[in-house]
């Protein structure tokens, strides 16, 4: 959890970097995003189908491995068409690692014997804090983007082998999927939410740091803290979301939650410094932190003897967040302004709310 979004932090806090080197629009930015998510869900169903045959543990820190190594050749793209071939492979490698460590968190809160997903999700946000920590401290000492690149994949590859012993092995389930089905019809619900949620994760990590950067004109080592204080406010949720879970209840959570986004991603959208976008990014990062583990907690209850693949399933309709989200954003940024694209997350944060009842109800029905 922790490499898969140290890579994520790393990669989100040097996208306005890419744009700049690169002289990029913002319409032309979403070439790039628009191949990194479509690279993830084309992957997603033939992991989650592979861990039918496979065990997770191997899948997570091998995939682990090839996502530092792509990692690294993003910076060395001499072109945009190259780089958008590069971030195709890395969302690839991103989409193999983030079902494995799915299904590696679903088959350790079993062994634990008690809710932990939420926690397990915060050391994805742990990840990305550091990660994007990493990537300021290197862009104000004026490093290359290959440079921190490099820098942040030979860490990943250390910490992908030193990390391997701890993983949990499985049986794989003796009944593989009849067909392929990208979104049985009993996780449809579940799915919408997990596109939600994954499209305000997406547009805040790949569009946060632009909007620091040309709306609100900081530079870009100032524009790599705003996701990290995305990051350490989804870490913190993470770690607190259990006990909300046992004290609020999962519908109630995911309400708060979506109350959260509007307010704070609000709250970043109409100011007009630094500081009060600072301060919307933490109160948005902490409402996003909970809503995908409690989808995919649920999607797990609903798939007791095939979770790796109704993941999948579940996260390849919310990694369309992804591949609509941003290229959506870029677009719209070009007819109206990127702070009114951005209100697209304000409003999926009041349908998560809104929905949040009837979606966790038909989850346990």
């Known amino acids: 959890m922790v490499g ?84 195709f492979l890395f969302g690839v490698c991103r989409g193999a690692v983030d079902v494995s460590t799915n299904t590696q968190a679903v088959i350790t809160e079993r062994a634990y014997g008690s809710a932990v997903m939420s926690s397990l999700q915060g050391f994805w946000s742990l990840g990305g804090l550091i990660g994007a920590a990493f990537s300021t401290l ?50 449809w619900a579940l799915a919408a939410v997990a596109f939600l949620s994954l499209f305000i994760e997406g547009a805040i990590g790949d569009w946060g740091t632009v909007y620091l950067r040309s709306t609100l004109h900081v530079s870009a080592a100032t524009a790599a803290t705003g996701f990290a204080a995305f990051s350490l406010s989804m870490m913190t949720g993470c770690f607190v979301g259990d006990h909300l879970n046992m004290k609020l209840g999962a519908t109630n959570l995911l309400r708060l ?68 989200g941003p290229p959506a954003v870029g677009s719209v940024s070009g007819w109206l302004g990127l702070r009114a694209a951005l209100a697209m997350v304000v409003v999926a944060g009041a349908v998560i709310s809104l929905c949040a009842r009837r979606v966790l109800r038909e989850a346990i029905e």
Not at 56 to 82: D, E, F, H, N
Not at 264 to 279: K, P, Q
Request: net charge positive; glycine share 10%; hydrophobic share 55%.
């Open 138 to 187: 290197l862009l104000k000492r004026h490093a290359s983007a290959r440079l921190d690149l490099g820098s942040a994949a030979a860490a990943m590859i250390v910490t992908a082998l030193a990390s391997r012993i701890y993983l949990l092995s499985e049986d794989a389930p003796a009944d593989a999927p009849a067909r392929w089905s990208l979104i049985p019809r009993h996780l």
């Open 257 to 324: 939650s979506g109350a959260l986004v509007v307010s704070g991603f609000g709250f970043t959208l109409v100011g007009t410094t630094y500081a009060g976008a600072m301060i919307g990014l933490l109160v948005a990062g902490f409402g996003t932190s909970n809503m995908i583990a409690l989808i995919f907690g649920a999607t797990a209850r609903r798939n007791p003897g095939g979770v790796g693949a109704a993941i999948a399933a579940t996260s390849i309709i919310g990694y369309l967040g992804f591949l609509v």
């Open 4 to 87: 898969n979004g140290f890579a994520f932090g790393v990669w989100s806090a040097h996208i306005s970097v890419f744009k700049q080197n690169y002289g990029l629009s913002n319409a032309q930015l979403t070439l790039p995003l628009f191949t990194l998510a479509l690279g993830a869900i084309l992957t997603m169903p033939v992991v989650g189908r592979a861990l039918h045959l496979f065990d997770s543990s191997g899948i997570a820190w091998k995939g682990q491995i090839c996502y530092a190594v792509v990692l690294s050749v993003l910076p060395w793209t001499k072109s945009l068409p190259w780089l958008a071939l590069a971030t």
